[in-house]
């Protein structure tokens, strides 16, 4: 039975089943092996998603550490911001406060520059009233005095040229021509000398002439260089105010006062003396003119006049000099006034102040002098120092003056006239 058991069935139907059982094997076989290789590929798949996991976490984990370190970047950042947003802050406050700083130092450099301004105009006052106070003269008296000396040399060398010199044309002069010429002459010579030159005849001794000569420099040459004479070109009534008013300036102010004031005074009053040179010598040579008509040179008035315009140029020095002096004495000297002086005709002999201009010469006037004598006119300019002495005492605000004769003044005396006429 066992033996039967075990042969096989080859029925049709057996072999059919056998033949499905073996296919349905085969396909499961093929399905479990697609299965296992389904398996294998998703285990494989399972791993390269775990590594790709793994490289996910740990890129996380990268990115986590970054955005730590830069959240902590932001943070620093942050504060960093903070602080330039601080200093943006404190700069803008430190540039509106420059702005104010600038602004007070435009206000100060304008202070500045107003008190520099001040300062300046302050100073040149001080300055200017330093020199106004000053007593520094510009010239030395010694100056002074030569510029003295020349004018009178010089007038003492013109004179007897012009007197012996000229040599005239022409018929001579009426009587009402000498008598006009002798009004005018009389003004600045004196009747006295004017009638002396009248009467002496001149053609041996021209002494009278020159005499007179000297005395017309002399006296329009004082004219115009004393103190009282403040414009040459201003009617008296100007000179005289002007006098007054100096006159009460030295009473009561300082001397360094009185002499500035009279210096600017001086210098700025009046036209400039240079232009008026020609005028000056004009109404000289009509003075000489006059000398020559009174003492009967023969010609017409402008005859004669026109002869003496040939020392026009010698009289023009004569002007300058006088010019000269009067800037040294008026403008030049603050420390002291100075005064050229001329005594007047028929004022007594003086010998403090005068010096006899022909004693020991040809005349010798010497008891003349000791009486007294009138004089007769005046052949040289004299010059004194005026100083101011303060009183001793304080309660007593007068002022005493000093006056010192620098140069006398050369003088003839009445009695050359009647030697003169005798000849």
Same mark, same amino acid.
């Given at each position: ?7 096989? *069935?080859?029925?049709? #139907? ?15 076989? /093929?399905?479990?092996? =697609? ?55 404190? @700069? ?21 520059? +107003? ?12 300055? *200017?009233?330093?020199?106004?106070? !000053?007593?520094? +003269?510009?010239?030395?008296?010694? +100056? ?15 004179? $007897?040229?012009?007197?012996? =010199? ?10 009402? /021509? ?21 009467? &002496?005849?001149?053609?041996? +001794?021209?002494?009278? &002439?020159?005499? @007179?000569?000297?005395? =017309? ?26 006098? !007054? ?26 036209? !400039? ?8 010598? *004009? ?28 020392? !026009? ?34 004022? $007594? ?16 006037? #010497?008891? *003349? ?7 007769? =006119? ?12 303060? @009183?001793?005492?304080?309660?007593? @605000?007068?002022? &005493? ?9 050369? &003088? ?12």
């Amino acid at each position: 039975m066992g033996h039967d058991a075990m042969i096989v *069935d080859d029925t049709p #139907q057996t072999i059919l089943e056998r033949d499905v059982q073996k296919g349905d094997s085969n396909a499961l076989k /093929e399905e479990l092996r =697609c299965a296992r290789e389904e398996v294998q590929h998703l285990q494989t798949k399972v791993r390269q998603e775990q590594s790709r996991g793994v490289r996910y976490r740990t890129r996380a984990e990268e990115l986590e550490f970054n955005v730590g370190k830069r959240d902590a970047r932001i943070l620093d950042l942050e504060k960093q911001l903070q602080g330039y947003n601080r200093v943006i802050a404190k @700069a803008r406050e430190v540039e509106t406060r420059g702005k104010q700083m600038e602004t007070e130092l435009d206000t100060l450099r304008k202070q500045l520059n +107003d008190n520099n301004a001040l300062l300046k105009t302050r100073t040149s006052e001080l300055q *200017d009233a330093q020199t106004y106070l !000053s007593s520094t +003269d510009d010239l030395s008296h010694a +100056d002074v005095q030569r510029k003295l000396n020349t004018l009178n040399s010089e007038i003492s060398q013109i004179a $007897p040229r012009i007197a012996d =010199c000229l040599q005239f044309t022409g018929g001579q002069g009426g009587n009402d /021509e000498i008598d006009l010429a002798g009004r005018r002459a009389t003004v600045f010579l004196g009747t006295a000398l004017v009638e002396l030159l009248k009467r &002496v005849d001149h053609q041996e +001794d021209s002494l009278a &002439v020159q005499m @007179a000569l000297q005395a =017309c420099f002399v006296d329009y040459c004082a004219w115009l260089s004393r103190r009282s004479t403040w414009d040459p070109t201003a009617i008296d009534d100007v000179n005289t105010v002007l006098e !007054s008013t100096y006159s009460r300036i030295v009473q009561h102010e300082t001397q360094s006062v009185a002499g500035r004031w009279r210096t600017l005074a001086r210098r700025h009053i009046g036209s !400039s003396l240079g232009e008026l040179e020609a005028k000056f010598r *004009d109404v000289l040579l009509h003075r000489i003119a006059d000398v020559f008509i009174v003492s009967g040179s023969p010609g017409r008035p402008m005859e004669i006049l026109e002869t003496v315009k040939a020392f !026009s140029t010698q009289v023009t020095d004569i002007v300058r000099l006088a010019v000269d002096l009067r800037v040294a004495t008026g403008e030049n000297i603050v420390s002291s006034d100075f005064e050229v002086f001329v005594p007047s005709t028929g004022k $007594p002999f003086e010998t403090t102040m005068m010096r006899n201009a022909y004693s020991g010469k040809r005349y010798n006037a #010497q008891e *003349d002098e000791a009486r007294m004598t009138p004089v007769l =006119c005046t052949v040289q300019l004299g010059l004194r120092r005026c100083e101011r002495q303060h @009183a001793r005492h304080r309660e007593d @605000a007068a002022q &005493v003056f000093k006056a010192t004769v620098v140069v006398k003044s050369e &003088v003839a005396l009445h009695t050359i006239c009647a030697e003169l006429l005798q000849q």
